[in-house]
């Protein structure tokens, strides 16, 4: 080949390459300049809202034209929400087709975003650190009403609980009581899981139960193990704590952009590791999802 032409077609090939990668280079950095923009408001689950807090928070300070705003109510409050569009994001302990109906329910779409384990917990005063499963159901249903009969101080047992609307107590009544019914304790009723906590440490003979993201670098209360196994994350991922359910957000149809990119940051691997230390498991750490 001529010396000179080949030399033109490695000058062109070299500049043809610089050219693409220029191009690349300026695709990808258009599209981290593009700004989300947008509103996300979000109801339900208070067992989910510390996580859906701190993401909120990081989204916003990556996306300042996104508007995130977060409440409680329950999982109940939260699906009834999102099915009549008044919130983007209805955030849920329980799947929609278990506080809804069908018709309320057929048009959502479910975005399971991790794992979160309730734990009971005692007041400090109970002294009582493990329970077999059949004392708990006794606890909660009312037939044992004295800490002495489980091994503890001769005190009142004090119940604190929750609405049949809370995603919190439909996980606790499926998983630990065995879907026996609560006994109610209206005067001690809560629909807020920061209340409950609140209410167990304050009241001498308390047992309720919150998730383990409450009880992060908390020691006011007693966490109480079941048949000799503590709410941990670890006894979660390994399948040997059975009081642990997946999160749900909810959208009505698919997501808009801003919304979908928010549930792609709370879902992806760099926020998965804060996850973990505000006590939610990761759903592909679970060796065992059935119960």
């Known amino acids: 080949m001529n010396k000179f032409l080949k030399g033109a077609m490695i000058v062109g090939l070299s500049a043809a390459m ?10 990808d950095s258009d599209s981290k300049g593009k700004s989300l923009s ?12 510390p996580l859906v807090d701190v993401a909120a928070e990081q989204f916003s300070n ?11 109510g329950g999982s109940g409050e939260g699906l009834k929400q999102v099915a009549d569009k008044t919130v983007t994001l209805g955030n849920s302990d329980v799947a929609a087709e278990e506080k809804l109906d069908k018709d309320q329910a057929k048009n959502l779409v479910d975005h399971q975003v991790c794992v979160v384990t309730m734990a009971p917990i005692v007041n400090k005063d109970v002294g009582v650190k ?22 503890g101080p001769d005190e009142d047992i004090v119940l604190v609980t929750r609405p049949t609307s809370s995603g919190t107590r439909a996980t606790f009544q499926k998983y630990a009581l065995d879907g026996n019914e609560e006994a109610s304790n209206a005067s001690m009723e809560t629909d807020d899981s920061g209340v409950l906590l609140q209410n167990v440490t304050d009241t001498k003979g308390a047992i309720g139960y919150v998730a383990l993201s409450y009880l992060v670098d908390n020691d006011d209360v007693d966490t109480v193990a079941i048949d000799g196994v503590k709410p941990t994350l670890e006894n979660t991922y390994s399948g040997d704590y059975k009081v642990w359910t997946f999160e749900h957000m909810y959208t009505n149809g698919e997501p808009d952009k801003a919304t979908k990119a928010f549930l792609d940051y709370i879902m992806g691997e760099k926020f998965g590791k804060k996850m973990e230390s505000l006590g939610y498991g990761v759903s592909s750490k679970m060796e065992k999802t059935d119960h």
């Open 18 to 27: 610089v050219g693409c990668s220029s191009n690349a280079a300026s695709n």
């Open 62 to 72: 990556e996306n300042p034209d996104v508007s995130i705003t977060v409440d409680a």
């Open 130 to 151: 493990d329970l077999t499963k059949q004392q708990l159901i006794d606890i909660f249903t009312g037939k044992t009403t004295n800490w002495k009969d489980v091994g």
């Open 38 to 49: 947008g509103t996300i408001t979000a109801a339900g689950s208070s067992a989910l809202k």
